[in-house]
């Protein structure tokens, strides 16, 4: 059984910086996708940034220049480093860890909290 556990969110001011990170445990086939989304209450959950093993990456135009995706394929574990917090990038921001060719798979971890004040 795979999990995602992730850490690192948190309380920050604007213009602060968090750096979240995601491991995941268990037997995974190591060609896949890590990324993060995150979600406000009542609205839809979104993507923040993906990141494949072999090094391709996206981001939500929203983040872009403030936001890095790295990731360590040897320990299946995927980083979120953000800086320039703004109180909208407040939401449980959630790791996820996909394949979509055969052998495929979708996981989610639990969801960390990051909120931003003003």
């Known amino acids: 059984q795979v999990q995602l556990v992730e850490s690192g969110g948190g309380l920050v001011q604007a213009g602060g910086s968090l750096r979240l990170s995601c491991a995941a445990s268990?037997?995974?086939?190591?060609?896949?996708?890590m990324g993060w989304y995150r979600q406000d209450p009542g609205k839809q959950r979104e993507l923040v940034a993906t990141?494949?093993?072999?090094?391709?990456?996206n981001y939500t135009a929203s983040v872009k220049g403030r936001f890095t995706i790295s990731r360590d394929n040897a320990e299946n574990t995927v980083y979120l480093q953000m800086n320039s917090l703004k109180p909208e990038d407040t939401a449980v921001y959630y790791c996820?860890?996909?394949?979509?060719?055969?052998?495929?798979?979708?996981?989610w971890g639990q969801g960390t909290q990051v909120t931003v004040s003003s």
């Open positions: 996820n860890c996909k394949r979509l060719a055969y052998p495929r798979y979708d996981y």
């Open positions: 268990g037997s995974i086939y190591s060609a896949n996708t």
């Open positions: 990141r494949t093993s072999i090094g391709s990456t």
